[in-house]
């Protein structure tokens, strides 16, 4: 008798609310049930008291005879008897501790678990705890597909912790931001004007394609992509290549870099002496036209001019009456000037000169101007003597008065 007195004296009774250590007796249809030790009495813990993932295997988690700290939630009495157990948990012991390890630590970086996206952002979770990053705090960039973070483990930081609301805020974008500027510190630090470095092409645009420098996205200008003119940036880099690039500019208060992706690969005007000659006859597409003659592409990024007097033996008033652009044509090259990057052409050199028509001249000389009579040198005419010393009177001597 004084034994089982001293038995029933060492039992302590349970409460919602304690905190126990309790043995694992049997794991069966998704639960366990536990010996809460010093008690005498025994708790019920089920998978989802375990833990949040509602696919896991509870024989994978807790094993028979294994010890565990747990949380007393309530009293359950059993329907068909008196018997009374208490529900148990484990997952919430350790929200419970991870509640006390975030008070006061706004402002710190942890690690979190994605488990769903939800409405207004994702779940997730930290040393148990359950917390949520709005859609707007996810990234620097606005989100539309929040599903593809589900899974994933990323550093975040915290926000707010308030255990009487249970609310638990991060923020993934802080720490992409704060990751981004200081790459982009090292990135400035390193580049000069002039130098040519190696990149990722990021993103295409209509006016360019912008470049991934490590941290620093410079923009390489649609003039700056190609020696040819009016190229599209599709057609000449692709998203993820990896390009050489030379540094044009820098602003490091607004963090922009200018490239050039045709300043790194050869001209078209490099050695174009050995591509081109005087008298060379070759084949050519108009590319343009203006009131004084037509450009040609004789060579990729060389163009060529002919002239309007070049363009036909005869006059023509516009270079818009006789070319269009696109049109192939067959031009002679009447000078190179690799200096000035200039090369002339021709059309009509390589045209038949037209015969004259009936009545025409053959030669086309114009006729010379008259020339204007000379002038009169003032000359002192004498009389011969012969003459001299006359009178009236032998000049009209033979008139009758």
Known sequence: MNEFEDLLNSVNEVTPGDVVTAEVLTVDAGQANVAIAGTGVEGVLTLRELTNDRNADINELVKVGETLELLVLRQVVGKDTDTVTYLVSK??????????????REGEVVNVKVTRAVKGGLSVEFEGLRGFIPASMIDSRFTRNTERF?????????????????????????????????ARAEVFSKLAVGEVVTGKVARITSFGAFIDLGGVDGLVHLTELSHERNVSPKSVVTVGEEVEVKVLAIDEEEGRVSLSLKATQPGPWDGVEQKLAQGDVIEGKVKRLTDFGAF??????????VHISQISHKRVENPKDALTVGQEVTVKVLEVNAADERVSLSIKALEERPAPAEGEEKSEKRAPRPRRPKREEKRDFELPETQTGFSMADLFGDIEL
């Open 91 to 104: 997952k919430r012991l350790e929200a419970r501790k991870a509640w006390d390890k975030l008070v006061g």
């Open 150 to 182: 589900v899974g994933q483990e990323f550093d975040a930081k915290i926000k707010e912790v308030d255990p009487a609301e249970n609310r638990f805020i991060l923020s993934r974008r802080d720490v992409v931001e704060e990751t981004a500027a200081a």
């Open 296 to 305: 040609v592409e004789v060579l990729p990024g060389i163009d060529g001019l």
